[in-house]
């Protein structure tokens, strides 16, 4: 088999699609973006099959490639997250036991208002299994700065999802907390 040959970039698929489009569609929040964004990772892949050195590595390529797509098309959009999470608090309130059930719309709406920097780890670790480290080389940053944006992530969505009132924010739809988010 060659690298750059039609079998495999068809194993690609079989192997990652599920994966790299609920990626794309937690990052996005519309099914027919995450279809867009997947095809065109696997476009760009295809072109770049060359690159990849360690076929082992096929996984975390693909999703770099996709999450690179995606960066490209929101500086394209130019658009900006509704909350800012710098203000967000290191330590997360203690939760409530047990905690509600979360509509997965809700869930949606959540990771919607998070700026990229945020929703990026949050997906990658609880949505698509990566470890700390995986995520820290995918994005270039230290393992620390990985571990504090999951924290603020959290506590963002702990905040959204267990509180109640809905008001608007920037022209968007958020949820008032009182960590100042």
């Known amino acids: 088999m060659r690298p ?4 495999v970039v068809q194993r ?4 990652y699609y599920s994966s790299l489009y609920r990626f794309a569609y937690r990052l996005t929040g519309s099914s027919a973006d995450a279809e867009d964004l997947t095809q065109e990772t696997y476009c760009k892949a295809q072109g770049n099959l060359a690159q990849l050195r360690d076929p082992t590595k096929s996984r975390s390529w693909l999703f770099s490639i996709l999450r690179n797509a995606y960066l490209h098309r929101i500086r394209a959009d130019q658009l900006q997250g509704c909350v800012p999470l710098e203000l967000a608090g290191e330590i997360a309130e203690t939760l409530p036991e047990p905690l509600p059930p ?5 869930l949606q709406q959540a990771l919607n208002e998070l700026p990229e920097v945020y929703r990026t780890p949050l997906i990658l670790f609880y949505f698509e299994d990566f470890g700390y480290r ?7 940053l ?3 700065t990985v571990m504090s944006r999951l924290a603020r992530a959290k506590a963002h969505l702990r905040t959204r999802l ?5 008001v608007a ?4 739809t958020s949820r008032r907390a009182s960590d100042g988010l």
């Open 4 to 7: 750059g040959s039609p079998t």
């Open 12 to 15: 690609l698929v079989e192997d």
């Open 134 to 140: 995986d995520i820290a080389e995918q994005m270039d």
């Open 142 to 144: 230290p393992i620390g």
């Open 169 to 172: 924010h920037n022209g968007c």
């Open 162 to 166: 267990v509180s109640g009132e809905v």
């Open 102 to 106: 979360i509509d997965s719309e809700q």
